[in-house]
């Protein structure tokens, strides 16, 4: 690898440096600013659905809005991560946001911190606001490649091909980024259902302690992947660390 | 579709996965819709996920996922078409087809769409039959089109 190549640019005014290539949000970040933003996550790949990252960049000598996590950091830039303007436009948002998903408590709360607490628009109450996380952790971390996006405009939802959730392993990944809580996990007996996309397997028992800990489909799938010894799941994680 | 056919194309797109999109085209030619056993294939023989697949063939309007009619019947509900009355065209047809738009007849003779302009508004309320298109529509002309389409009433445009 090549040496790290840094750029300085100016956020808020304050000088800061980051590594070539990295996305303008992260590094924001990382300074202490405070960008909302919820479709963000260092895990997977930047892809700016939901618009609440907005900053003002200004580059020579023109200035414009754009989102943070998809603006890859340059030299000389200056960054404003908190005009009028931006407020605006996030309030905006944060209504639309609000109408389609009003049960989100973190929706519910980066609007209350913006000053939005009603909002003007028909609630549609989906929950789910598209910002591809879950398709995202699924495709890039999990590489399972069970859940994607299909349809377009205002028929877009994230699902399995055909409905058929043939190649979800129920891992849960999607379940812990969903950041409005839509996709849900519920675990009984010795199942393991991942509601949103009604994907329900039987989880492997632990043969030292008799707990179901994991469906059985995904500890075959992790063993084939990373070409573990057959038997590499026969006890839980627990009792394999106290064995 | 037949496992034959589907190498013949593959094989024309050197097996690439970039090239999916106009296999796609080559499959939605051959079939008048995109089956799922095919693209279940498909999926196993380029080694993609099916999702990838799933989600290109949804995006698309030009892609059908259900089995299509022998004849496309295509309701112009552009701005113009709209104003010249392509609702009470596309009313018509529902009625006759006793098919919504988007949908195929049980025989699999007709299928209704509708788009949303061709550029040809000075033939406002267009008609679309099988890739001909018909100006200057109107529900009773729609029918005689219909059950006449054999032998080709119209001069078309």
Known sequence: MSEKELVRFKIDGLEVEAERGSMLLPVALDYGFEIPHLCHHEAVSPYGACRLCLVEVTKNGRTRMTTSCTYPVEDVIEVSTDTDQIRRARRLLLELLLARSSRAELIQRVAKEAGVTETRFK????????????????????????????????RKEVAPPFWDPMACIACGACVYICPTDCIKMEEKGDERTIVRWKRTLKMQKCKSCGKPFAPLFQLNWIIDKASLPKDFYDVCPVCKQMG | MENTQLEK??????????????????????????????????????????????????????????????????????????????????????????????????????????????????????????????GKMLGTKALSLLKGEEKDVSEGS
């Not at chain 2, 106009?22 to 196993?44: F, M, S, V, W």
């Not at chain 2, 022998?70 to 529902?94: F, M, N, P, Q, S």
């Not at chain 2, 003779?109 to 406002?124: F, I, Q, R």
């Open chain 2, 9 to 134: 194309i593959l094989k024309n797109y050197q097996y690439q996965d970039f090239n999916l999109l106009a296999i796609l085209q080559d499959i939605q030619a051959i079939e008048n819709y995109l089956p799922r056993g095919t693209l279940e294939e498909l999926a196993k023989r380029l080694d993609l996920p099916l999702a990838r697949i799933y989600k290109l063939a949804t995006f698309y309007r030009a892609f059908s996922l259900t089995p299509r009619g022998r004849h496309l019947v295509t309701v112009c509900t552009g701005t113009a078409c709209h104003v010249r009355g392509a609702a009470l065209i596309l009313d018509t047809l529902e009625r006759e087809l006793e098919i919504k738009p988007g949908e195929t007849t049980p025989d699999r003779e007709y299928t209704l769409e509708t788009v949303n302009c061709l550029g040809s508004c000075a033939l406002a309320p267009l008609l679309i039959i099988d890739s001909k298109y018909h």
């Open chain 1, 123 to 154: 609630a549609v109450d989906d929950d789910c606001i598209l910002c591809g996380l879950c398709e995202r952790v699924c495709r890039e971390v999990v590489e399972a490649n069970a859940i994607s996006f299909v349809n377009r405009g205002d």
